[in-house]
């Protein structure tokens, strides 16, 4: 039963646009919602995370967006440019237990 | 450099082999962790330690054994190899516990079972 559900599974953007990425969760007791990079050949990098008294966080280019009513978060990726061609990954915890990670989305950005 | 370090980069293991895959990070964290990730599937846990001398199993931990003897060390070993085991496995590491919940993970070792 997969507790984080991610989508699309792969995504084409133009260099200069926004990418988005959408997750959606069951679990109302999660309480930490990251985002994770990964580039080929590498491990996953932390990217930004939120937990869920806000309903944003900003970090740069890069936009977590939280709705907890509907239990859903999103990535935004402003002004995507092709060196953030890589694969992200969504994820949710409780209270620091392990991550629960989506499948994951494959990013292409376009030059 | 401070992270985790993961051991082999790749192996290719003959079906019913033995095999166990290092890691050690060094950055005292508390928890630790294995997930394998395969094409479509994303990230799955193998198995978690929250504290050095704890295990525990995630959502695919057959054919798996994990050890934490100390802090800094998470062994995760193959009994007997099976082509299913076939995946990329990270290792990762959390300050659970510790007012940081983010992981950090390693870069991986590439397993053909075979």
């Known amino acids: 039963q997969q507790q984080v559900k991610q989508s699309p599974q792969s995504l084409i953007v133009q260099k200069g646009g926004i990418s988005i990425i959408n997750c959606a969760y069951e679990n109302t007791a999660f309480d930490y919602f990251p985002w994770y990079q990964q580039f080929p050949g590498k491990g996953p990098a932390l990217l930004i995370a939120?937990?869920?008294?806000?309903s944003e966080k900003k970090e740069g280019r890069f936009t977590i967006s939280f709705n907890k009513s509907a239990k859903q978060f999103s990535l935004h990726i402003m002004d995507s440019q092709p060196g953030d061609s890589a694969t992200y990954f969504c994820?949710?915890?409780?209270?620091?237990?392990?991550?629960?990670f989506g499948k994951g989305t494959s990013l292409l950005v376009t030059p | 450099i401070a992270g985790i370090t993961q051991a082999p980069t790749s192996q290719i293991l003959a079906a019913g082999r033995r095999m166990t895959l290092r890691c050690t990070q060094d950055m005292r964290h508390n928890a630790m962790y294995w997930y394998r990730q395969d094409l479509g599937l994303g990230l799955r846990l193998i198995h978690y330690s929250n504290t050095a001398g704890t295990t525990g199993k995630g959502e695919v931990p057959d054919g798996y054994s994990v050890s934490r003897a100390n802090t800094d060390d998470f062994p995760l070993t193959l009994a007997s190899a099976v082509p299913s085991q076939t995946s990329v496995y990270f290792c990762?590491?959390?300050?659970?516990?510790?007012?940081?919940?983010?992981?950090?993970f390693g870069s991986g070792t590439r397993l053909t079972v075979v």
């Open positions: 990762a590491s959390s300050a659970r516990g510790q007012g940081s919940y983010g992981y950090t």
């Open positions: 994820a949710a915890s409780y209270s620091g237990y392990a991550l629960n």
């Open positions: 939120i937990r869920p008294d806000v």
